[in-house]
């Protein structure tokens, strides 16, 4: 089954994604915006700039151009009668980073039926410069409305965007030419392999969900990149906040060269 009125989809997520992470903006210049307020669905801690985020998409839900389903990661699942998509929300990925008031996190929206690999439209938007990263499925992916591409391998220079558990060994050949990054938006993240900015995502932490990356995970592939998980095997995940994901996201697969 395709995705009905995808392209009045991809308008309304723009707008809702511009006014979540609008709201959130607001709150995270007032005292106490990092204050945890609740638990999450799972138990994860939700914080008061979190909560007012998550409502404006809540609350917009019923002007959807279809029926949708909610997977969000502050409130869980919320159905919808006659729905047969789930739209996968994370009102800010990033959120150490906001409350930080550093400038690097966005709002994370994807339409999707049952796992990572059927999402047939994601859109990702950076709350700080507004940059937007869209992607159809078998259609591609486009930043600021820019067809982009992932970047080909380059053995001289390699840029890797990692959250690394450093109880693990890291499963890096470590040369000069391999840089580091760790800026804490995995959807940012994914969204800069998609676009050729980083070479390779690598999370060996095991904490991310589907809410994390449901958004970016499709501009990737729709840009010529991969998914894997960390035995290198294409990735899934279901719709649940109990699920957690380590991962690669690469551009190039010669760039596991770097990986040992």
């Known amino acids: 089954m395709r995705l009905p009125r995808a392209a009045q989809l991809e308008d309304w997520l723009a707008d809702v994604a511009k006014r979540a992470g609008d709201r959130a903006n607001r709150i995270l210049a007032r005292k106490g915006a990092g204050r945890t307020v609740q638990r999450g669905a799972y138990g994860s801690p939700t914080v008061y700039a979190d909560q007012l985020a998550e409502k404006v998409i809540i609350d917009e839900l019923p002007n959807a151009p279809i029926p949708l389903h909610l997977f969000s990661e502050e409130i869980g699942h919320v159905r919808t009668p006659g729905a047969d998509w789930t739209l996968i929300a994370d009102p800010i990925d990033g959120t150490r980073n906001a409350v930080r008031r550093v400038p690097f996190y966005c709002v994370s929206l994807a339409v999707g039926r049952r796992s990572l690999r059927d999402i047939e439209l994601g859109l990702v ?136």
């Open 125 to 260: 938007r950076s709350s700080v410069t507004r940059d937007l990263w869209v992607a159809h499925k078998g259609k591609g992916a486009w930043r600021n409305g820019k067809r982009i591409r992932v970047r080909k391998f380059d053995p001289k220079e390699v840029i890797i965007a990692a959250a690394l558990d450093y109880e693990r060994q890291v499963p890096i050949k470590w040369h000069p030419y391999v840089h580091f990054r760790d800026m804490g938006s995995a959807a940012l993240e994914l969204c800069l392999v998609a676009d050729g900015g980083i070479d390779l995502f690598l999370s060996t932490k095991h904490y991310l969900r589907i809410v994390d990356i449901a958004g970016a995970a499709l501009c990737v592939t729709e840009a010529g990149g991969h998914l894997l998980d960390l035995q290198k095997k294409r990735l899934n995940a279901r719709y649940d906040l109990k699920e957690r994901i380590s991962m690669y996201a690469v551009g190039d697969r010669r760039t596991l060269q770097v990986i040992r």
